[in-house]
């Protein structure tokens, strides 16, 4: 029997945030990584690992994306 997959939970979806990171050219994606996931998220040709490559599991990574979003949105907010 194959195996039943948990539905990902994912809270605090910031739409407008995520809005505004693909307009600015942001890109920001789960890579995988020995057991578990790593966020990288890139401006043109730079890339960087989400709190210094820190490993998340499959059930927190996409929080995570979110959460970087949210991080980005918010600081540019503040400094504009």
């Not at 910031?14 to 578990?36: D, L, M, T």
């Not at 599991?57 to 994306?65: A, G, I, L, P, W």
Request: charged share 30%; net charge positive; proline share 4%.
């Amino acid at each position: 029997m194959p195996k039943i997959k948990k539905k990902i939970i994912v809270k605090n979806c910031n739409y407008e945030a995520q809005r505004y990171c693909f307009k600015k050219g942001f890109i920001i994606y789960p890579f995988p990584s020995g057991s578990g996931f790593k966020i990288r998220y890139q401006l043109g040709h730079k890339i960087n690992y989400y709190q210094k490559g820190e490993v998340f599991t499959r059930d927190k990574v996409f929080q995570e994306v979110w959460n970087l979003y949210n991080k980005i949105y918010e600081y540019d907010k503040i400094k504009r």
